[in-house]
């Protein structure tokens, strides 16, 4: 008898099993792995679970509910149609479209489950979710608590005891977790959060940085009504979900707006750190958390063994840089975040119904891949650097991008030169292929910018892009021998600390000091840039088209300034950047008067 084990979210709910001593998330029939947890009635009354009834939710929220969840255990009643609901039979609707999920994927029925809860979940919010369960037509197994879930898919089952810190942001609620495993045993020593604080309210944030946008090119708002500020919501989760894997994305709505007679659109490219800059503090306030479920758990951030990140938020690039800076420790990664509660779950499931299971495979990449750039050193500019974009054993399918930017005078073309490898001389490596960026306008060194994006997919397949700012698009190069490599999350733990190793002994220095004969190297012309330094040049070049002539001039030449310092490597550089910095602060201040 197979049992399955849900992830059942405030956003979104999963259903997975194991099978054949593997454990997998089922998909929904639109191949879709997670379902929204929404519930609601068209118009005609039929009943939507799921992305039917989150789309219907902008347009008819009287009859639609989302983040149940938040009542558990309560008396709260929600209205639908003409019919009241209690927190436990919404929840039930929920369950009881994952446990038919769960039947048209394995063509069996299903009646045997293991439920994961928030850590801090009471025993009436427990046992709330135990008789959702049973309404759903479900025997529920056990409860269990979300860390210990994701805490499970790393198969900690070892006899020495390891303290994990579970970091959970996912669209609305926010939990950190200190745990203690020891064997089969898991004890949650401290548990914290913010069951209002989520990737819901970085979307909300930047549909208001948007707005802002659209009202400064057009002089005019963005419409009030409830469709027009759903749409840009829902750009503004696209942008936030593209900025994970990119430096820069670009917002295309049309028709937003009118004014008189025309038609109004947006469209803009948005750095990262613009994106960042938004939300640092409120993730600020989750470090605030760590420390207090630290203090709670009598633990110092060294006495932490692992962090494991869940949630879908756990997947923007600051948040894992945060967690790192203010732990001293790179959190684990290797199983996705947002699906690593239900697999847990369904590990514990079939543990329960004596099903044998093995460690959980992940896809990573063998080698490391990049460019062969220039790098900046105190004798100058060393070409044939390997300047990695994925690093090896970076867990599949992944997309990263980096920023470069020319480094000659009036350079027209750039050559972007594909390698997989570890060696810091991008030629000692495996070539991979190569092409062309051509007929750059002619620019002062430094001018221009070059996003070059890896996209790496499950079947092996390595698209690389590059995209000169501003312009779009220039070149793709499609590489399908990259290959992958299969490593249980104990052998991906292992590798890591391996390279970790490696590095600790080979120091920074080595780049800068070596003696490679240069002349042998290849020449390359692109040198990479901080993805800061890259945001501030972009918001100067869209500046520079607004000001005045005087203005353009100073700035103008404050940016030759930063190009030099920035090619020759100089101790100038942070100033300058300062300098650029406070002066797009004032010019953006006088545009608000
Ligand atoms: P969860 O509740 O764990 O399913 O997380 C849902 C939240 O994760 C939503 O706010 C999503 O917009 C967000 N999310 C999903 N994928 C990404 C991504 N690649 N980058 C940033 N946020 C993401």
Redesign the pocket.
């Given at each position: 008898m197979k049992a399955i084990g849900i992830d059942l979210?405030?956003?979104?709910s999963e259903v997975a099993i194991v099978e054949n001593g593997q454990v997998r998330v089922l998909p929904g029939e639109d191949g879709d792995l997670?379902l929204p947890s929404v519930v609601g009635f068209s118009d005609t009354g039929k009943l939507l679970v799921g992305r039917p009834a989150l789309r219907q939710y902008a347009a008819a929220p009287e009859r639609t509910v989302k983040s149940i969840k938040r009542w558990m255990g309560t008396e709260h009643k929600t209205t639908l149609g003409d019919k009241e609901y209690l927190p436990h039979e919404v929840s039930a609707i929920i369950l009881r479209a994952l446990k038919q999920r769960a039947e048209n994927a394995l063509g069996e029925t299903i009646t045997q489950a293991v439920i994961t809860v928030p850590a801090y979940f009471t025993d009436a919010q427990r046992q709330a979710t135990k008789t959702a369960g049973e309404i759903a037509g479900l025997e529920v197994l056990q409860i269990i608590n979300e860390p210990t879930a994701a805490a499970l898919t790393y198969d900690l089952r070892s006899f020495e005891t390891e303290r994990v810190l579970v970091y959970d942001l996912?669209?609305?609620t926010f939990d950190v977790s200190v745990v203690e495993i020891t064997g089969e045993v898991t004890e949650v020593l401290a548990s914290h959060g913010n069951n209002r604080l989520?990737?819901?309210d970085?979307?909300r944030l930047l549909q208001l940085h948007l707005a802002d946008i659209f009202r400064k090119q057009h002089n005019v708002d963005v419409p009030d009504d409830a469709a027009t500020q759903a749409r840009i919501l829902g750009a503004a989760?696209q942008l936030?979900?593209d900025l994970?894997?990119h430096a820069f994305a670009t917002v295309r709505e049309a028709f937003l707006g009118t004014k008189g007679k025309t038609a109004l659109h947006l469209e803009r490219e948005i750095a990262r750190a613009d994106f960042e800059k938004l939300i640092r503090p409120l993730l600020q306030e989750t470090l605030e958390a760590i420390d207090r479920a630290l203090t709670d758990a009598s633990l110092e951030s060294e006495e932490i063994d692992r962090i494991i990140l869940?949630?879908?938020?756990t997947?923007?690039p600051l948040v894992q840089q945060m967690i790192e800076e203010h732990l001293g420790q790179a959190p684990t990664d290797g199983i996705q975040?947002?699906l690593c509660v239900a697999l847990g779950a369904a590990l514990q499931a079939g543990v329960l119904v004596g099903e044998s299971v093995d460690a959980i495979l992940v896809d990573v990449i063998p080698h490391s891949l990049g460019i062969a750039a220039a790098v900046a050193t105190p004798i100058g500019i060393m070409p044939g650097y390997f300047s990695v974009i994925i690093p090896r054993n970076s867990v599949v399918p992944v997309s990263r991008s980096h920023v470069y930017s020319t480094v000659m005078d009036q350079q027209q073309i750039v050559e972007i030169e594909v390698f997989q490898g570890e060696n810091a001389i991008a030629e000692e490596n495996v070539p991979l292929g190569s092409y062309k960026v051509e007929n750059l306008p002619p620019k002062p060194a430094g001018g221009i910018q070059i996003e070059v994006n890896f996209d790496f997919d499950l079947n092996g397949i390595l698209t690389v892009t590059t995209t000169e700012k501003g312009k779009g698009q220039q070149g793709t190069l499609v590489v399908n021998n990259a290959g992958i490599q299969k490593l249980s999350s104990h052998q991906l733990t292992r590798a890591k600390a391996d390279l970790e190793a490696l590095f600790d002994f080979e120091s920074d220095e080595t780049i800068e000091t070596s003696t490679i004969d240069i002349s042998t190297t290849i020449a390359t012309d692109v040198v990479e840039i901080t993805p800061e330094l890259a945001a501030l040049l972009d918001s100067a070049q869209k500046l520079l088209e607004t000001i005045d002539e005087e203005q353009a001039l100073e700035l103008q030449d404050l940016l030759e300034q930063i190009e030099d310092a920035s090619a020759n490597n100089s101790a100038e550089l942070p100033d300058l950047q300062e300098e650029l910095e406070d002066f797009l602060y004032y010019a953006s201040t006088n545009e608000l008067e």
């Open positions: 979210g405030t956003t979104n997670i996912g669209g609305g989520g990737g819901d970085f979307d989760e936030k979900i994970s894997s869940v949630g879908g938020s997947r923007i975040p947002d």
